[in-house]
């Protein structure tokens, strides 16, 4: 077994003089950096007082499982001699609200358009999405439903 460690520095910037002493007098904003990475500038979600001009953890929830099911599509499909010419994917979740202010992913739809080179295999190129999910570090650590919708396209022949 390999162990892999991960860091990042969370930082507030929200403080507009008063501190946190009530709900609105501070702002929810923040910055995620990381050595050698350029900063990602985050808040909350509007519906919570965030910066809609910011990145949300809930938004950087999905967009993290979304990136390490395509990253793992892409060699699953390198693998099975798939050739991948374009992937572009608009994941969805649905987040419910409860009474108390906690909550939870219901789900998240991941759903990919991907286009193959003429020649590949569709239906196993559809078959290998579902495979993902055995190697997805992400998937596999979330216990949110992660639900697929994949379109597959063949590339026009070159003339």
């Not at 050595?35 to 509007?46: L, R, V, Y």
């Not at 099911?69 to 693998?79: I, Q, S």
């Not at 609200?97 to 559809?126: I, K, M």
Request: proline share 6%; net charge negative; aromatic share 8%.
């Amino acid at each position: 077994m390999t162990r892999h460690t991960y860091e990042v520095v969370l930082t507030w910037t929200g403080n507009q003089g008063a501190g946190t002493q009530n709900a609105r007098s501070y702002s929810r904003d923040h910055v995620v950096s990381a050595d050698g990475h350029h900063p990602i500038d985050g808040s909350s979600d509007p519906a919570f007082r965030g910066d809609p001009t910011r990145w949300n953890p809930e938004q950087l929830y999905i967009a993290s499982i979304a990136q390490c099911h395509m990253l793992w599509y892409l060699a699953l499909a390198a693998g099975a001699g798939i050739t991948v010419t374009d992937y572009r994917d608009r994941p969805t979740a649905v987040m419910v609200e409860e009474r108390g202010g906690g909550g939870q992913f219901e789900s998240v739809t991941l759903n990919p358009v991907v286009t193959v080179a003429p020649g590949s295999d569709e239906e196993l190129a559809e078959r290998l999405h579902h495979r993902v999910g055995d190697y997805c570090f992400i998937a596999r650590s979330v216990k949110t439903p992660i639900h697929h919708h994949v379109t597959i396209r063949t590339a026009p022949a070159a003339p």
